[in-house]
């Protein structure tokens, strides 16, 4: 696929992803960063659990894994959860794409020692890369590409976006401010509080904080607001001008953590009509929360149900089998999660 094919899909995920929690930074110039940039081996991260059928099946498409880390000193490594994490599928005939968001809190094998925990663990324990192997492992995907995101670069990319206009509801209208007021110290980005309920035009940071809400409600309503952030600002960047699209190349990608390279970035602009965000998802599809150790978990029910569902729905495969690997650690689920 091309490289400014890819580019442009990048932005895309930068400005959508960054607007779903806590983001990390990324360097243009690495030696303008006191963290350093941690090094991701894709060609490594290869998941060999796939049949040959299914791989064919996927090198039709490019997914990318998009994370959002909670960490406002700007560290890309391990160390810091990630409070978001999405895989973006790309059909590269038609240029559809869909989107899962994994519901962090998800109960799932984190590494490669047989640890079981929370989706996000496998991020703070081994960074990007880690995080990479455990979403490919537990849901039986190749992942071809990840991008990660800080708070500043979204709020800063929603604003030369002209904002977006979203219902706001009572509740959330009750905790939105808050959000505001820490995602502004957060990032340096000004802002201002919310008046009402109702129809609002958020700007970069309100947008960031609406994404973010969680204290009223769940995180599976979280991630459905994220998911409606992601298709308003679609189709704002679908209607920018050239102008407005080498603006969010310069402001965007100095704050991108990605294993696509740097060229081509400007070649986007003729491109990004072809993206249509079709469907959205939240993973596990079935789920039930229950209590493991001393921790609040969302248990896939069951995760080889699960994964045949989501390869239905990323990659339209109506009888998936999944691997013996995910058959194992669905099995290992169970036995973890079940009252005695």
């Not at 895989?87 to 899962?100: A, D, F, P, S, Y």
């Not at 590494?111 to 492992?137: C, M, R, V």
């Not at 069951?302 to 690997?325: A, C, G, M, W």
Request: glycine share 6%; with cysteine.
């Amino acid at each position: 696929m091309a490289k400014h094919w890819k580019w442009g899909f990048v932005i895309l995920a930068a400005v959508w992803a960054a607007l779903f929690g806590n983001m990390l930074g990324y360097a243009w110039n690495v030696t303008h960063r006191e963290e350093p940039i941690p090094e991701v081996p894709m060609e490594q991260i290869q998941n060999t659990n796939i049949s040959e059928v299914a791989q064919e099946t996927m090198d039709r498409f490019w997914t990318v894994a998009v994370f959002g880390v909670d960490s406002r000193e700007g560290k890309l490594g391990k160390g810091t959860r990630s409070d978001m994490e999405m895989v973006l599928n790309i059909n590269l005939e038609t240029g559809e794409i869909r989107m899962v968001s994994v519901y962090r809190d998800t109960y799932v094998k984190i590494d490669e020692k047989n640890k079981y925990d929370k989706i996000n663990q496998a991020y703070f324990e081994g960074g990007p890369a880690q995080a990479i192997w455990a979403l490919s492992e537990n849901m039986d995907l190749n992942i071809d590409d990840y991008v990660s995101f800080s708070w500043k670069a979204v709020a800063d990319a929603i604003n030369l976006l002209g904002g977006i206009d979203v219902e706001i509801s009572q509740e959330e209208f009750k905790v939105i401010n808050g959000f505001i007021t820490e995602t502004v110290e957060s990032t340096g980005v000004g802002s201002h509080h919310l008046k009402k309920a109702g129809m609002n035009h958020l700007d970069g940071v309100q947008a960031v904080a609406y994404a973010r809400l969680r204290k009223m409600d769940t995180d599976f309503m979280r991630t459905k607001r994220q998911r409606l952030v992601a298709e308003l600002v679609l189709e704002k960047l679908k209607q920018a001008d050239l102008g407005t699209v080498r603006q969010l190349a310069f402001s965007i990608l100095p704050s991108v953590s990605s294993s696509v390279g740097m060229k081509d970035i400007l070649s986007l602009a003729g491109t990004v009509s072809k993206f249509h965000l079709t469907e959205t998802e939240g993973f596990p599809f079935e789920l039930k929360d229950a209590l493991v150790g001393k921790k609040d978990c969302v248990i896939p029910v069951t995760l080889r149900d699960n994964v045949i569902r989501l390869h239905r729905f990323l990659f339209d495969e109506e009888d998936y089998v999944p691997s013996k690997q995910v058959e194992e650690i669905s099995k290992q689920i169970e036995l973890h999660t079940t009252k005695r």
